[in-house]
Nanobody
């Protein structure tokens, strides 16, 4: 069993910053992909940022230059540093991992609200 626990969401004014964390625990041998997604009200869930299995990072165009994904492999933890936040970044943010087995797991989601 694998669990993901997210933290760091909250309410912030436009231009502010937040840092999300997601810690994975359980039967983990190898993590291939670590990623952050978000779902804004009334919209589908979209990829925000991710580490590929090769270690490369990719970002949604809307967050490039403002968000930074990082990871601590020893702790099986992935972070999302969000700077210069905008009201349109308001969403529920989810972390996700894909293990070497091919199974994927999702966090419970954390609310990020950016006020104008």
């Amino acid at each position: 069993q694998v669990q993901l626990v997210e933290s760091g969401g909250g309410l912030v004014q436009a231009g502010g910053s937040l840092r999300l964390s997601c810690a994975a625990s359980g039967s983990i041998f190898r993590i291939n992909v670590m990623a952050w997604y978000r779902r804004a009200p009334g919209k589908q869930r979209d990829l925000v940022a991710a580490f590929s299995s090769g270690g490369d990072t990719n970002y949604a165009d809307s967050v490039k230059g403002r968000f930074t994904i990082s990871r601590d492999n020893a702790k099986n933890t992935v972070y999302l540093q969000m700077d210069s936040l905008k009201p349109e970044d308001t969403a529920v943010y989810y972390c996700a991992i894909v293990l070497g087995t091919g199974h994927d797991y999702w966090g419970q989601g954390t609310q990020v609200t950016v006020s104008s």
